[in-house]
């Protein structure tokens, strides 16, 4: 003899997690998909930036370690840039290897008493993937990437004027830039 009853509670069950699955899953996030690319479609499809032959060469809102001479170079990442596993580096102060990490930024940053180097060019972000930089520490860097790219300190300053601005309006203290939107518009000077 069959029982009916267990075969037919799977039964529903099976149906209620399918219906469920299929709202859930799909219809919520197709919703939820199509507000986004309606609203807000560039940040829907996470910020990429292009370069001039129409490749994607990153996302405006996350920080890409720039390491050669011609670019400006963003913040310190304790996670070396990787976007899967954002966050800052949980060392105190105190700390020997934070200490020994911000000797290191320094002497690569030709820092001394005479030029000071802006704390954002010593210090990561709290994610370690902060896009941007003050402006008081893209134009300290402005002289390398001049020289490097062979154009005017100028030019470069005139450039990371039309770049920044201030991220939260007048409630943020000093003018940002983007540093991968920066280094972009580099790219272009010459063209």
Known sequence: ???TGFFQE???????VVATMTVCCGLYGLTVLAFGQAVAPKRACGSLVFDGRGGPVGSELIAQG??????FWPR??????NASSAGGSNLSPTNPDLRSRARGILAKMGADRRQPLPADLATASGSGLDPHITLTAANYQAGRVAAARGVSVETVRELLKKSAHRTGGVLTPEPVVNVLLVNVALNGLGK
């Open 76 to 81: 310190p990442s304790a996670v070396d840039y």
């Open 10 to 16: 799977l039964r529903t069950s099976v149906r209620l």
């Open 66 to 71: 720039f390491t050669r001479p011609e670019y």
């Open 1 to 3: 003899m069959k029982d």
